[in-house]
Nanobody, 115 residues
Framework: QVQLVESGGGLVQPGGSLRLSCAAS????????MGWYRQAPGKERELVAV???????SYADSVKGRFTISRDNAKNMVYLQMNNLKPEDTATYYC?????????WGQGTQVQVTV
């Protein structure tokens, strides 16, 4: 059974930075795509960034130029470097992995941007 575990969330001031990590385990096949989603209280879950196994990336308009997604296929890891954080980035961030037709989710890590 595939498991995803996020880490790196926390409390940060506006303009600060955080680096989220997601470790995958239990996958018998290589992961096709990995991504980060976020969900703020009372809001729908939204895509933040996604990266394919070949390294192609895409981002939500709201985070372009501030966030960078990367992955280490050998380590089965995906990262999200978040710079110049804003209060509207406050949310629970979820790691996502896709293998063939299946999708897997982590439990989430909280990010709070406030003074």
């Amino acid at each position: 059974q595939v498991q995803l575990v996020e880490s790196g969330g926390g409390l940060v001031q506006p303009g600060g930075s955080l680096r989220l990590s997601c470790a995958a385990s239990g996958n018998r096949r290589s992961i096709d795509a990995m991504g980060w989603y976020r969900q703020a209280p009372g809001k729908e879950r939204e895509l933040v960034a996604v990266i394919t196994s070949a390294g192609s990336t895409s981002y939500a308009d709201s985070v372009k130029g501030r966030f960078t997604i990367s992955r280490d296929n050998a380590k089965n890891m995906v990262y999200l470097q978040m710079n110049n954080l804003k209060p509207e980035d406050t949310a629970t961030y979820y790691c996502n992995a896709r293998i063939l037709l299946l999708t897997y989710w982590g439990q989430g890590t909280q990010v709070q941007v406030t003074v």
